[in-house]
């Protein structure tokens, strides 16, 4: 199993981006996907989970409006897209594995993706 | 402030035992399965405990996880330098969605 992001990415405030997450090893279209923030020296926030194989997806309260989660079980590939950053977006994002099955969006993350640094700054 | 709430710093000396607790509620622990992850510096999270107290394949039986009521806690026995790291409690809330505690950072001495 492996989860493997896309590299570090630089933006300016107002740009929109889109991170990837790419699974391999196992069946893409059976698990949960869920993305992770991690701001400067400061600990693991829950984002959202999708299932690429109907592209169910929940939000965070947190970040519901904040961040588009989707999927491309064709090439399976999750995504994480932002129409306009914000300085505050400068984090670390790590995607992993979820649950397996439509109904299992509680379960845990057992395999995570090296993470992708976004940083944003005028 | 999380909603799930962990010591900030805990610490031991090699060989010792330490545990780390998280606190919450009603609609995450005491209704949900708890789970523990380690963070090393500069790496992303492993899986340590799953389902309140069960280990993933590869993770030593020194590390150990229960649950009672609303709260949760994660025992480190023998205590050894590469334990060293952050330790994250994390459960699914009722409310529709996942939580982390704020993570405790554990200091072999």
């Known amino acids: 199993v492996q989860l493997v992001q896309s590299g570090a990415e630089v933006k300016k405030p107002g740009e929109s981006l889109t991170i990837s997450c790419k699974g391999s090893g196992f069946s893409f279209t059976s698990y949960w996907i869920g993305w992770v923030r991690q701001m400067p020296g400061r600990g693991l926030e829950w984002m959202g989970i999708?299932?690429?194989?109907?592209?169910?997806?929940r939000y965070s309260p947190s970040f519901q409006g904040q961040v588009t989660i989707s999927a491309d079980k064709s090439i399976s590939t999750a995504y994480l897209q932002w129409s306009s950053l914000k300085a505050s977006d400068t984090a670390m994002y790590f995607c992993?594995?979820?649950?397996?099955?439509?109904?299992?969006?509680?379960?845990?993350?057992?395999?995570w993706g090296q993470g992708t640094l976004v940083t944003v700054s005028s | 402030q999380s909603v799930l709430t962990q010591p900030p710093s805990a610490s031991g000396t090699p060989g010792q035992r330490v545990t780390i607790s998280c606190s919450g509620g009603s609609s995450n622990i005491k209704s949900n399965y708890v789970y523990w992850y380690q963070q090393l510096p500069g790496t992303a999270p492993r899986l340590l405990i799953y389902?309140?107290?069960q280990r993933p394949s590869g993770v030593p039986d020194r590390f150990s996880g229960s649950k009672s009521g609303t709260s949760a806690s994660l025992a480190i026995s023998g205590l050894r330098s590469e334990d060293e790291a952050h330790y994250y409690c994390?459960?699914?809330?009722?409310?529709?969605?996942?939580?982390f505690g704020g993570g405790t950072k554990l200091t072999v001495l």
């Open positions: 999708i299932y690429p194989g109907d592209s169910d997806t």
């Open positions: 994390a459960a699914w809330d009722d409310s529709l969605s996942g939580l």
């Open positions: 992993a594995r979820g649950g397996s099955g439509d109904w299992n969006y509680r379960d845990y993350f057992d395999y």
């Open positions: 389902r309140n107290n």
